[in-house]
């Protein structure tokens, strides 16, 4: 941010003299003034930064990109679930989208490949029975379970298979919910409904995807909780390490050295 | 920290509900739950931020939304009590998640605060 001496090496040198003096004098006033200002700010900072630590201890103690065994990386980094989220948020889209239809908010839905399909499948008796049943139709349950994957993806450290088993189980739970849900929805279009609709199969085939994306973060988790019950022979410090309590034995068998 | 900044959207969400669905003057039931869980959301997500037991009370007004539209709205559900169910699920969901939900549990950072002390 360097002070910045109006029309003298600017090629543009001619116009200034167009200006009023007013405008002139703020030219060569304001990037001087904002300069200070910026170095009083920075100053500032740095000041308060020196009273006490800049960086938390537990982050220069542990690593927290450390691949998580038995794997060679890390499944719990963001770059791995920022994939999952936009997964997620797709398969939201879509459901959203068809629940439109459901709501009677639109009055045809896009199928490129069954024609109509979709929306026999859509107002198909199953449809109508599980809107009954809960109140809500079964496109927007769908949207509400993507939404739901997006938030529990998006929480947790980059080492939550460690510092929180618990979040990981119930983002598996999720996952796999949804998995099954799809599964099974498909299986009734083709069995019971016998009809085929182009965007359930998506937002299934997306489900399975994120079932495939999870599954090494779960086991992850699984694994260590697995070795924590190895080395203290304890079923409590398995629970307290589930929810997130910290030990030395789990902390010993988070990373083994082998 | 994010989950109680959501909370907060979705409890403004909810407060301007009955001007987004239009909902008639008559449903004084609904229009009193969208006001007074929506600010009760916004309330508690805030003072969550500090005390942190108290996300506990959003599940509990998660809960309350998703039964209030389950049970009042009947079937076929008028919009108004839809928004009560799909809002009531995600503010159920964000009330599981932790404030400081990017760092490690109070319990490990106090853990390595203890190690660098011996």
């Not at chain 2, 008028?78 to 404030?99: D, H, R, S």
């Amino acid at each position: 941010m360097a002070p910045k001496t109006p029309g003298k090496d600017r090629p543009s040198a001619g116009r200034s003299a167009r200006l009023s003096l007013t405008e002139r004098a703020m030219a060569a006033l304001l990037p001087p003034l904002l300069d200070t200002w910026a170095e009083a700010l920075l100053a500032k900072s740095k000041a308060r930064s020196g009273a006490k630590p800049a960086r938390p201890y537990w982050e220069d103690a542990v690593d927290m990109d450390a691949a998580a065994p038995p794997w060679r990386r890390n499944p719990s980094s963001w770059s791995h679930r920022i994939k999952v989220a936009v997964l997620a948020a797709l398969g939201a889209v879509l459901a959203a989208y068809l629940s439109l239809y459901q709501l009677h908010l639109t009055a045809s839905v896009w199928d490129p490949v069954f024609g109509g399909g979709t929306e026999q499948v859509l107002t198909s008796e199953l449809s109508q029975t599980i809107y009954r049943i809960f109140h809500v139709p079964d496109a927007l349950l769908g949207a509400l379970a993507y939404s739901t994957e997006i938030l529990f993806t998006l929480a947790g450290s980059t080492r939550r298979w460690q510092y929180r088993p618990w979040l990981v189980a119930l983002f598996g739970l999720n996952v796999l919910a949804l998995a099954c849900a799809g599964v099974a929805l498909v299986l009734a279009q083709g069995l019971v409904i016998k009809s085929w609709c182009f965007l359930c199969l998506v937002i299934t085939l997306i489900s399975l995807l994120l079932a495939g994306l999870s599954a090494q973060e779960v086991y992850a988790s699984l694994r260590y909780l697995g070795r924590v019950r190895r080395r203290s022979g304890r079923f409590r410090v398995v629970w307290n390490t589930f929810w997130g309590r910290a030990s030395e034995p789990a902390d010993r068998a988070a990373l083994p050295k082998e | 920290m994010w989950p109680r900044i959501v909370e907060v959207m979705l409890g403004l969400w909810l407060v301007l509900g009955p001007l987004i669905f239009r909902l008639e003057s008559s449903d004084l039931a609904l229009i009193a739950n969208h006001l007074v869980y929506g600010t009760a959301t916004v309330v508690a997500a805030l003072i969550a931020i500090r005390v942190r037991f108290l996300r506990v009370v959003t599940i509990a007004i998660g809960l309350w939304l998703i039964g209030y539209g389950y049970v009042a709205g009947g079937y076929p559900a008028a919009p108004g009590y839809l928004n009560l169910i799909v809002t009531g699920v995600l503010v159920c969901a964000l009330g599981l998640i932790p404030t400081d939900c990017l760092q490690p549990t109070h319990s490990w950072r106090e853990y390595y605060a203890n190690q660098r002390r011996e």
